[in-house]
């Protein structure tokens, strides 16, 4: 009996953990060109460290949006990474660059990526994403 009871007990403080966890992950919704992206929003050093790492795939309507306290040059790295994504350079509310199907690191290799200048904020979104929807440099977005 007290077997069970350990083990009932270890299994509520483990989704009690995730629940908690999630509900301080911040989402919004980014719109860009004909397409909206529910984003997951990384606004704190653990958080941009982490990025996507460790997910199996990303559906096409769902990214990260990582938002900085000011705008310089960014290097973002695919340590953890399981999927190719587009990484989308933001400033101002309007695309600066992308860096299109970062391939995830092999065993040789960690793919790297650094924003062609200045940003605040970094979209990563599923590899060919902004093909798909025609998203340059200039695009303007808005996020809700």
Do not use: C
Request: proline share 6%; glycine share 6%.
């Amino acid at each position: 009996m007290k077997k069970y009871f350990v083990l009932i007990f270890s299994v509520v403080v483990v989704v009690i953990a995730a629940v908690l966890t999630l509900s301080r992950s911040r989402s919004a919704v980014v719109y860009i060109n004909n397409a909206t992206i529910v984003v997951i929003v990384a606004d704190d050093v653990g958080k941009w460290e982490k990025g996507l790492s460790g997910m199996q795939s990303l559906e096409n309507d769902r990214g990260m949006l990582f938002v900085f306290p000011d705008s310089q040059r960014r290097l973002f790295w695919m340590r953890g990474m399981k999927f190719p994504i587009d990484i989308i350079w933001i400033r101002d509310g309007r695309v600066v660059g992308i860096t299109k199907n970062v391939l995830p690191p092999t065993d040789d290799i960690v793919p790297d990526a650094w924003s062609p200048g200045p940003v605040s904020m970094v979209l990563e979104v599923p590899a060919n994403f902004s093909d798909q929807y025609r998203i340059a440099t200039g695009t303007e977005l808005s996020i809700h």
